[in-house]
Nanobody, 122 residues
């Protein structure tokens, strides 16, 4: 497994969570990384991405509420999620690609983590 996601849980609307995604030694800390999510019965959708140099991309639903960051020394990526809404309920997956440019495109990513479940109740 090249990426290991963690930090999911069950929270109330308005609460915060921080997800982590640790890369194995087989991955480069300079690879672009991203978070996607998949709600029950829906396609996997883009949430946020960060390039090897720290450039970021966000979905419209994530802008202003979520912050993506990375620690290249530890080879870990984070997603700070604030003001969570029931619509944020999903399995969150982290992904990586073998170049350092962030992308919103799911097919651009070469390897994936196993997912962590976030449940937000109203």
């Amino acid at each position: 497994v090249q990426l290991q996601a963690s930090g999911g849980g069950s929270v109330q609307a308005g609460d915060s969570l921080r997800l982590s995604c640790a890369g194995s030694k087989r991955t480069s800390s300079r690879d672009a990384r991203a978070w996607f999510r998949q709600a029950p019965g829906k396609d996997r959708e883009f949430v946020a991405a960060i390039g090897g140099s720290g450039d970021t991309l966000y979905s419209d639903s994530a802008k202003g509420r979520f912050t993506i960051s990375r620690d290249n020394v530890k080879n870990v990526m984070y997603l700070q999620m604030n003001t969570l809404e029931p619509e944020d309920t999903a399995v969150y997956y982290c992904a990586g690609r073998y170049i350092n440019l962030a992308s919103m495109i799911k097919a651009a990513y070469n390897y994936w983590g196993q997912g962590t479940l976030v449940t937000v109740s109203s």
